[in-house]
């Protein structure tokens, strides 16, 4: 008797009420809720160490034939990564996250009752950042589970799906945020479009790229590229898809917010810290030097010790000399004025040497040689501000107008088999740095898409888009063997895709 | 003629003297009847039973002696002079003190006992020199298993019966004065949710009386939710049988405790060969390559042309001659600790009115130089008895001060490499300590990429400081209602504030990363908990019963906040400021609620003493579950027969007591975070073009199934005691299924969740333990006794709550790797990883695997999944990869066992504990490197000298040339030292090793000098862990780098090394 009273009397003891979180279930009612959700699926672009933030950017740059990254990418220049790998799961993780969170705002926002051209915009970024993950993840992993639902409690993992499933999915995610994302800094109903928030022109970039790597890819794949060869599921002819790219680089080119900058000083200028969100960038990662604001891009890759980036371990990613000897052209103005000339840290001084694809070292104080660096670092992500690891303003460029440019100029010659279709765009990116214009009469096909991929290579080294061009255009083995040398460089048609991470499958009775 | 005249008179006297005695029997304390107290003739079988009021009435002979007794009173012998007569009774105080044992919220005498209890009283105890109350029963108990910690005010880790939940650790229950003790959180975390530290470490060893560790569920199910893991009764000193006398206690101690092993590894001389062997062996593999050098692969019979061997030409050793240096960082970094322990009681007082008072002060210095603890205790309890002895006060303050510093040892810390530990072994001994002003960047070349510090400048440098205060007040009242009625009321509240504080200055690595990184957490735990009950005791004729309910009612408030900086201009201001960095994190604030609430009935009973019966019911509600699964029922049922109390043993002269017992029941737990249930949203922040904007996401998915963990638990036990109780022995053996356990599933991340707390499967725990003491000798001047404890255990994991074939573990090291799975059918936490079989001898035997990596010097790992292309047939390249996995080990002890053996010789007194443990694999982190031979850190000597060697040879003047006599390739046991090795760090049975041990944990001598007036003075001097015999090359078998954790068990990662230590105190009795 006195223990019932004594429960009946005590029955809030067993009530919770979280008192530093919300639940979701008092969440999602009205148009800040909306907004804040869509902020949370932003954030989760850099909020863990393995997307934006860090790992899946020296991912992308290992796994390339761009040169080193950590000693615990080691699986990743050597071509044999297993399920296993460190570096997988949080990219995976963290990839699946921003989807959940696009997910249920794209479940629950309809429902509010808000502006209606506000809620489409809403609506429409959310589906542009879940386009751009499941666009990383088929890229990286290929077939992968296809989520595009609140997950419900209880529920198991889904199996995979075939890639021209998920890019179904992506195409017409980035087709509704195309019309739905608005302008940049465009203001409507006395709204505004943060800068920053995927734009409409963002989303016809990015399905340019959807497009010109189904199209590219397939091409390859009916060449023999085994790689490749999920891309033979897609029906259209591969000009179908050069075309869509063709049309959707246009529109992007044509929306009018962005430009091209005008000369080399601005070109140098559109990779300073306190530069993000230029005219040439379509979509960005944002740094910034407000707390817990900052990207560890600066540290990633730029020299440690030499006030070029936040304290402590940095520089991991580095250009290899055989790339820069073979794969590109070092003499480019953009390679030239893009990369770290000279350095000093605590005790050495280095210049480059005059090859372009090293550094001389001297002891600082005596000017004595102390042997030399066999690698070059980039300058594109220099901060001489940044404090510490993660505090750097560099943004990451996820697309940016040059590669809409050379994306264009590919899918022209392509569609035309004509090189000299691809000249204006690509003379477009040389001119405005000072270089001569690429001569493009007469050449085959075949070495106009390794002329192409040099282009691409000076103008976008070390921007994450180099291991997805080397396996599109199916010739990664060979880049790589370039660099890497025949053992290590080595790749197979299974290194096309990164292993599904241990993590997942072990957790997931539908993947084996 | 006489006698005759006698014999026949004596009849007459009989029945002339002959009449009808009655009268009232009292309770001397209460002056309340005593019902149910036993009557005799002295001499006779004439007897009779009080009644409800105490009364009796019995037919006695005049000058005859009646006797009265009744439990727990003393007896009563009194002479018939008069018809009537009323006796009054005392509770027996020795006899309480020897044989009672808690169950839990009462006493019970041990006799009647029907569970498996296992007592140690202080005088055990106090031949067990130690730090803390867990290493006390270290070794005493069958089938409690501990794990030392070295660390100054580090965790123990504690295991009864094996493990069976996951979530809850291995940590039992701890009810101290009958009131259950929280874990005292340790404030740190970047979720600054704190992590329980050592769960009674504001408990000073000295202050305790005896412990009790109830093992099977009839035991535990009285604490039902939490007594999964066993419960474990600690009852405080106290002063109720002084008599009235007072007496202090001084106990004055030193100890000095040294690392008992230091790992042999690399001298400077020998680190410098094994750089240049490495450049030598890439060298060799290089220019032996078919596929690089097709026909022309050096084989020994070509010219080391460099126009030939590209390789050559660029080709030199790092360390063409020697720096000279030569440090060994284990004896730079580790130190011989002296430690002191003070500790002052008095107690004082009569069955009316008592105090104890104690204050103990210790100062421990760890044997990681910077790194020390001060604790300092007080324990104050009194009793009082008022009312006409009809109520009885208790009230006692428990106050703990705990102050010490952790250095970088990084105990739960993700980066365990950057601890002091692993880098005291990895550190090459070719660099010397910083210079003013130099930070360890230093170092930085030749660790290109590693994560590297110096383990001198961690430990001398890094701060970590612990704080934390601990008081425990409650406040007992026990109300004689009736003499079968007793009311009792408790109430306790438990205050906890703990503080952690850590600076990286900017000579470590870590905190030139950050600049300096310093953050502040600070951890505030209040607890309130009420507990009333009415027991009932009462005989009838032959029916003894014993019953009692019980409600009771905690509430936990936890709050705190976490704070961290980077950026600092200087390390002077360290951790103290937050204004000088240039980065404040944003703070992370946690304030966190739950309750319990349960209800206990619980019935003993037994007929004449032979039989019993006891039979257990509780209920328990709590917060943290779903809404309709909070509460849940744990009931148990125990039998006990005593048959040497049957008539066929009675006489025996050899059995003097033969006890079978028999016991079922339920336990639960619910060791996990409050709101584990609910889908939360949670607040983060991004923003665009540097605005700052505050969003949400959702961080937690709901689980509206979360219910409580539950073992049922099964045991049937005997106790035998012959010849005149010399030789007692107790075997138990135990059947224990737990299904709901809690756990922190892994989810497919492809969710948009990875991991969930939820109810995730079951596990059996089945053993026997067996326990012998025996008294060998006993004569005036000498005595031996000997205890033994022997316990197996065996675990398995029966099945998942999915339709998954095994979970992961957490993963451990720098490769992130993944060594411990959970799969259903076989022990918990079992190793998975990798075949080997030996090292590579050439290219030949390396092609011929077809394996992607296989290079002459490298692991062979067996490829026992061949993988396939899409027609099924096999590929060209073969990987390894968690197909090839096998189990490779199993952490789980074949058995675990303990003998002490006691002597005495007079005033002379000497103990001698030896433990041990048979089986239980350890997977040994450090290893990868020590034995790995894969970068340009320090490795184990034994291991570079039985390495994969190339046949090349250097002279003075940098000259290679081919020699077979120096290589050494096929045959060895490790991998060659190379500049570019292959996977090796990935899981493999290189890392496992066997921990089976015996250790001579503690000798204890003693010699007690008796002083007039009674007091004693007594010198003793103690070693602990003198020797240990072991197979195990890492620090200590004893691993404890995750003792919480139960998913990581066997996992030695930087673990505080082994100690040994010695020490020398008085103890002065007045």
Known sequence: MITMAFFTACDDILEENPVVQLSTEQFYQTETDALAGLTGAYAQLKDGVGYYRQQFLSNLHAASDQGNSSWKHGNFRKGTIVSTDQNLRNPWNEMYRGIRDANNIIAQVPAINMDETLKARVLGEAKFLRGLHYFNLVRCFGEVPLRTSPVQPGEGGLTVSPITEVYQVIID??????????????????????????????????????????????????SGIEGNAKFLEFTETTAFYYQKAKDHADAAINQGDYALVGDLDSWVNIFSPTNGNSTEMLFDIQGSSLTEQGTAVSNLFSPRGAGLSGGGWGGTNKLHPKFINFNIDKNDPRFQNSIVRAYQDASKSYVLNNNSNGYVRSITETGAANGNLNMVYTAKYVDSNATTEYTSEQNWHVIRLADVYLMRAEAMAELSQNPVEAVDDINALRQRVGAADLDLIGMSMDDFRTALLRERGVELYMEGHRFFDLTRMGVYNEYCKTVHGNNFGARQAADYFWPIPLTETSANDNID | M???????????TLIAQNMTVSGTVFDQETKQPLPGVAVYVDGSNVGAVTDFDGNFSITAEKGKTLVFTFIGMETVKQTVESASMDVYMQADMTQLDEVTVSVGYFDVSKKDLSGSIAQVTSKELEKNRSNSVEQLLQGQVAGVVITDSSEPGGGTGISIRGTNSILGGTQPLYVVDGIPIDPLSDAEGNAGGGQSQNSISNINPNDIDKIEVLKDA????????????GVVIITTKSASDQGGKDSFTVNAETKITEVANFIDVLDGPTFETYMNQRAINKLFIDISDPSLYGANAFDGSQALDPTVYSELSSFSVPYPTSTGVDNNWQKLTYQNAISSDVNISYRGGNAQNSVFTSLGIQNQEGVILNTDNKRITSNTNFRKKAFNNKVDIFMRTLLAYNDGNASSVANGQIFQQRGVVSQALQFQPIFSLLEPGQDDDIYAELNEGNVISNPYTLAKYVQDHKKSVNLNQSIGVFIKLTPKVTWTLKGAYNYQKSNRDTYYPTNTTRGRRNNGEATQAYLENKKIYGETSFRYKNNFGKHRIDAIVVGTVEKNNIRALYNKAFGYGSDVTSYYTFESASDVLVPIAQFRDFGLLSGLARVGYNYKRKYYVDINARIDASSKFATNNKSAIFPSVALAWAASEEDFLRDSDIISNLRLRASYGKTGSNPIAPYQSLALMTPIRYNFDDNLVTGYYESNLANDDLTWETTEQFNAGLDLSVLDGKINMTVDAYHKKTYDLLQNVNLPASNGYYSIVDNFGEIENKGIEFSLNAAVLNTADFGWNTSANIAFNRNELVQLNSNLDFQLGPSVGFSQAYPAVFMAGKPLGIFWGAQTDGIYADWAEANASGIDEAVPGEIKYVNNHVDVDANGNPLPNQQI?????????????????????????????????????????????????????????????????????????MDANGVLAYNPSVGSTTGVSHPAPTTDPGSRAIVSDRQIFDGSFIKLKNINISYTLNLKNSSSLKLFAAANNLFVWTKYPGYDPEVQSYNKDPRRRGIDFGSYPGTRRFSLGLRFNY
């Open chain 2, 218 to 229: 009839a035991a535990t199910a009285v604490y039902g939710a939490r007594g999964a893991n």
């Open chain 2, 2 to 12: 006489k006698y005759i005249f006698l014999f026949l008179l004596l009849p007459i």
């Open chain 1, 173 to 222: 995610d980035l087709m509704a945020a195309s019309q739905d994302c608005w302008g940049f800094g465009e203001t409507k109903n006395g709204f505004t479009n943060d800068i920053g928030r995927a734009t409409n022109a963002a989303a016809h970039a990015l399905l340019s790229k959807v497009y010109l790597r189904i199209a590219s890819a397939k091409r390859t794949a009916q």
């Open chain 2, 881 to 953: 990869n968690f197909d090839d996995y096998v189990q490779i080990g199993d952490p789980n002890p074949d058995f675990t066992a303990a003998i002490t053996n006691n002597f005495s010789y007079k005033n002379w007194n000497m103990s001698i504990l030896l433990t041990g443990q048979k089986g239980g694999d350890l997977f040994w982190v450090d290893s990868w490197q020590m034995n790995g031979l894969q970068k340009a850190t320090n490795v184990k000597t034994a291991a570079f000298e039985d390495s994969w060697i190339a046949p090349l040879s």
